[in-house]
């Protein structure tokens, strides 16, 4: 059974930092992209951050020098280091993983398998 198990939301005041973390199982996860997406109540699922297997990184515009994706294919953990949080930052964070060999994808639509997603609010 695969499962990608999220985890480090919580709440944090604009400015600050948090860094999730997903663990992946079940499954040989080599070959595939790992993506961060987010998501706020009534709005589309939002590409965050993306891995390829072979290292290439992608960023939403929105959180390029601020957000960190990386990944430990030994531990089969994917993170999210967000540096400067700000409130419109605040969402339901998602990773997933998409079989594609030499790049990742933007679209949520071709993400295969999905974690449960954490909670990210960033409030005063």
């Known amino acids: 059974q695969v499962r990608l198990v999220e985890s480090g939301g919580g709440l944090v005041q604009p400015g600050g930092s948090l860094r999730l973390s997903c663990t992946y199982s079940g499954r040989t996860f080599r070959g595939y992209a790992m993506g961060w997406f987010r998501q706020t109540p009534g709005k589309e699922r939002e590409f965050v951050a993306a891995s390829s297997w072979v290292g290439t990184i992608g960023y939403v515009d929105s959180v390029k020098g601020r957000f960190t994706i990386s990944r430990d294919n030994a531990k089969n953990t994917v993170y999210l280091q967000m540096n400067s949080l700000k409130p419109e930052d605040t969402a339901l964070y998602y990773c997933?993983?998409?079989?594609?060999?030499?790049?990742?994808?933007?679209?949520?639509?071709?993400?295969?398998?999905w974690g449960q997603g954490t909670q990210v609010t960033v409030s005063s």
């Open positions: 997933a993983a998409d079989r594609l060999d030499y790049g990742y994808s933007r679209d949520p639509g071709l993400y295969e398998y």
